[in-house]
T-cell receptor, first 110, second 110 residues
């Protein structure tokens, strides 16, 4: 079967660092995506990993370990506007279809 | 630049009424197109995807249907809405790999 697990909710303080984990079990793997979704809005693309290692993009970084079926999204210097849901999604082989986790709702407090 | 449009933004419909949601993409040719539904507090569920005009794959059995009459137009329809059809409907396109989402249509069936 195919399964993607993320924590349901997390809280953090403005200015801090937070790591959102994602574990996956899929029949094939061809990339992992992170999306940000503010309440009532559509998801927006944050990052893509297909090889092991860390991809850094400004305050956001994403890490992948294919052997462990594990990824994390690291958010640095948290801002209030980072309060949102973060969706982990995996792409299978020979397809553009994505399987989404249920998302992690992050609340940033002052 | 590439953009994706969806309308209407919100819709309130009685049970048993028909439905037509439209999605159009600009700035790219022959994209893969997707319809997702997101129920309140839940993850994204892929409903349909299309790799070309007239080519539709259904992911889950339901009373919804999809059509792609033109390369950059994707339509989601129903002949008779159910209460369980309420949710946030998102169209996405993939010019090659990453999926990008439209603004969504919030549907409430009463």
């Amino acid at each position: 079967g195919q399964n993607i697990d993320q924590p349901t909710e997390m809280t953090a303080t403005e200015g801090a660092i937070v790591q959102i984990n994602c574990t996956y079990q899929t029949s094939g793997f061809n990339g992992l995506f992170w999306y940000q979704q503010h309440a009532g809005e559509a998801p927006t693309f944050l990052s893509y990993n297909v090889l092991d290692g860390l991809e850094e993009k400004g305050r956001f970084s994403s890490f992948l370990s294919r052997s462990k079926g594990y990824s994390y999204l690291l958010l640095k210097e948290l801002q209030m506007k980072d309060s949102a849901s973060y969706l982990c999604a995996v792409r299978g082989l020979n397809t553009d279809k994505l399987i989404f986790g249920t998302g992690t709702r992050l609340q940033v407090f002052p | 630049s590439q953009t994706i449009h969806q309308w209407p933004a919100t819709l309130v419909q009685p049970v048993g009424s028909p439905l037509s949601l439209e999605c159009t993409v600009e700035g790219t040719s022959n994209p893969n197109l997707y319809w997702y539904r997101q129920a309140a507090g839940r993850g994204l569920q892929l409903l349909f995807y299309s790799v070309g005009i007239g080519q539709i794959s259904s992911e889950v059995p339901q009373n919804l249907s999809a059509s792609r009459p033109q390369d950059r137009q994707f339509i989601l329809s129903s002949k008779k809405l159910l209460l369980s059809d309420s949710g946030f409907y998102l169209c996405a396109y993939s010019p090659g790999g990453t999926q990008y989402f439209g603004p969504g249509t919030r549907l409430l069936v009463l």
